[in-house]
């Protein structure tokens, strides 16, 4: 049945979600990457899209910006549509200056300082880690298609526009990228029971300046978007 957020019908949103942060993006992953793609879902503009891969059953859908927003959905994906598996796929800023613009990285664990996992264990630290098999699928798929992926921690912050040296610590304790939301979901597929992973494009550098042409940045997501069907297909009978 629909939630607040999703209007799908029951049995119109695959085992297996995409969720970049932009419902632009998930239009245009449905448009070039999915067969059959059919819009399911568009409370507040948030679009949704169902079709295949390789015959498979698979998702995608916007999710907002920062940890409450994608939080909310993947909450309400899990929760009413049976969703089982949830792949984030968004752009994260470099926290060290060998971390290359386009590079792609594999969050094995967020760091943040949202509270919201705090929450969850009565204030205690909670470690915000990726699920194993769509880790290892992720790594699998980077080989086979001969893409450098860095895997590694990423810090997850409230703030977009942060004061300077925010992120020092982070990248001191070697955390290679700052974004919005990995921690979060890490959270919520702890919580209900869902596997998470968080696949990154590195589209800004904090350290060097350097930043993604919008050229250039659609290449790259490009790249991230075909690794993460490889592994919503691939992990389709895990």
Do not use: K
Request: glycine share 10%; hydrophobic share 45%; charged share 20%.
């Amino acid at each position: 049945m629909a939630t607040p957020h999703i209007e799908a019908e029951p049995g119109s949103i695959a085992p297996v979600v995409l969720l970049p942060g932009d419902p632009l993006r998930a239009e245009w992953i449905a448009e070039n990457h999915l067969d059959d793609a059919r819009q399911v879902t568009g409370v507040r503009n948030m679009l949704g899209f169902t079709g295949t891969v390789s015959g498979v059953p698979v998702s995608v859908m916007g999710s907002g910006m920062g940890v409450p927003s994608s939080a909310i959905y993947a909450t309400e994906l899990i929760r009413s549509y049976d969703v089982d598996r949830i792949i984030r796929v968004g752009s994260c800023g470099g926290l060290r200056s060998d971390v290359t613009l386009n590079q792609l990285i594999l969050a094995i664990g967020a760091g943040t300082d949202s509270n919201i996992n705090r929450a969850r264990i009565g204030g205690h630290d909670f470690p915000a880690v990726a699920d194993f098999d769509l880790l290892a699928a992720a790594d699998e798929a980077a080989r086979r298609r001969q893409v450098e992926v860095l895997v590694g921690t990423v810090f997850t912050s409230d703030l977009f526009y942060a004061p300077d040296g925010y992120y020092d610590a982070a990248a001191v304790h070697g955390m290679l990228a700052v974004e919005m939301e990995t921690a979060g979901l890490y959270g919520v597929g702890a919580a209900e029971g869902a596997r998470m992973l968080s696949i990154l494009t590195v589209s800004d550098n904090l350290i060097t300046g350097e930043r993604l042409s919008t050229e250039d940045r659609q290449s790259g997501f490009d790249a991230m978007v075909a690794m993460a069907l490889d592994v919503a297909v691939g992990t389709s009978e895990a």
